[in-house]
C-alpha cells in the first residue's frame, strides 16, 4: 500500500527542486485559506520539550496562528492511545498553549473538540521530538500517533522527527531541531502554494517526516529530500530475564537490519529527510487484499 502511494504523492511534493464538544470531523475535504494558517501544534516530548518550542517559533515567526496542545509530561512510545481514563486534567499555562495531562491522542482530540470547538485547524503538526519513528518505531510512535488522530477526524496532519539510527548525542539534536523547524515552513509553503485553496494534501493522507542530524554539532543541512515508504523492520527486539520469583525483566535490543531499499531507513541515514506518507488506517493495497481474498474463499462458519 504504501509503496503505491509514494509516486502520486511524490508529483505533488518534489516535481520542483528539492526542498533543502464534539469533534470537527470533517464532512468533506478541507480547503486550504490563502493565508496564514491556523495550526494545532502537539508532540509526545511534552509541552515544554525543545523540539515543539522550535517548531512554534518558526511557525509563528512565519505567520501562522499556532496553538500547543500537547502532553503534560513525556509521551514517547504510547503510539495512537488515548481516551483511557474517564477524567483529564488540562493546564492553560500562557496564552496559546494547552497542556493535557495524556497522551498525544489525547491532546489532540481535546484540542480539537474543546481548544478548536467549531472550526477544525487547518494543520495538525506533531513534533519535532527526539529520535526518529522511521520503520517499526513509527508503529508505537506517539508523536505518529498525534498525527493519526489528527486524520482519524478528517484534518489534515504532519509528524516530524529529528535524528537517525544512529546513538542520539542530545545537544546535536537539539542544534537540528532548528534546520528540522526550518524544513517544517518550507514543506507547508509548499504544499499551501500547490494546494490553490484546495486540499493541503490528499484526503487521509499525512506524512510522516524524519530529519537527520547533520554534522558533529547538529547544525549541517540534509542532502535533499526523498519520499520514502515506512521500511518494514522492526529494529528493536524485546528481551524477557526471569527473575525466579514471577517476574520478569524486561530490556530492549537495538538490532536493526539492512535498510530497504526506497525506505525511511535508508533516506535518513544517506543525510536526507525522509517523507514518507501514511494513512489513518491499517488497510492493505489491492494486491494483498485480492491475495488475501483468494486465500479465503469458500471458507464458512
Avoid: C
Amino acid at each position: 500500500m504504501r509503496r503505491k502511494r509514494v509516486l502520486p504523492l511524490a508529483a505533488l511534493l518534489l516535481s520542483a527542486p528539492a526542498l533543502a464538544g464534539t469533534v470537527p470531523a470533517a464532512a468533506s475535504p478541507q480547503t486550504t485559506p490563502a493565508g496564514p494558517l491556523r495550526i494545532l501544534l502537539t508532540n509526545d516530548d511534552g509541552y515544554n520539550a525543545p523540539g515543539i518550542r522550535k517548531v512554534f517559533e518558526h511557525l509563528t515567526a512565519a505567520g501562522h496562528d499556532v496553538t500547543i496542545v500537547a502532553p503534560l509530561t513525556n509521551q514517547s512510545g504510547t503510539g495512537t492511545k488515548m481516551l483511557s481514563g474517564t477524567t483529564i486534567a488540562v493546564k492553560h499555562p500562557e496564552p496559546k498553549v494547552w497542556a493535557v495531562d495524556g497522551t498525544p491522542g489525547d491532546s489532540v482530540m481535546f484540542g480539537l473538540s474543546e481548544v478548536f470547538e467549531g472550526q477544525a485547524p487547518d494543520l495538525v503538526v506533531s513534533g519535532t521530538n527526539f529520535g526518529p519513528n522511521v520503520a517499526g518505531l513509527a508503529n508505537h510512535s506517539g508523536t505518529v500517533g498525534g498525527a493519526i488522530a489528527a486524520l482519524e477526524s478528517g484534518v489534515p496532519a504532519i509528524a516530524v522527527s529529528t535524528g537517525g539510527f544512529a546513538a542520539p548525542d542530545p545537544v546535536a539534536t537539539v542544534n537540528a531541531m532548528r534546520p528540522t523547524a526550518d524544513f517544517v515552513v518550507k514543506l507547508i509553503d509548499r504544499l499551501q502554494a500547490r494546494s490553490k485553496s484546495g486540499q493541503l494534501l490528499p484526503e487521509g493522507v499525512g506524512l510522516n517526516i524524519n530529519h537527520p542530524v547533520i554534522g558533529a554539532d547538529g547544525k549541517g543541512t540534509a542532502d535533499g529530500t526523498s519520499t520514502t515508504f515506512q521500511d518494514p523492520q522492526a529494529p528493536l527486539v524485546p528481551d524477557f530475564t526471569d527473575s525466579g520469583d514471577g517476574t520478569w525483566k524486561v530490556g530492549v535490543k537495538f538490532a536493526p537490519q539492512p535498510a530497504a531499499k526506497g525506505g525511511d531507513v535508508e533516506a535518513v541515514s544517506a543525510d536526507r529527510i525522509a517523507i514518507s506518507p501514511m494513512a489513518a488506517n491499517w488497510n492493505t493495497g489491492p494486491a494483498d487484499f485480492a491475495k488475501t481474498r483468494a486465500l479465503l474463499a469458500g471458507l464458512r462458519p
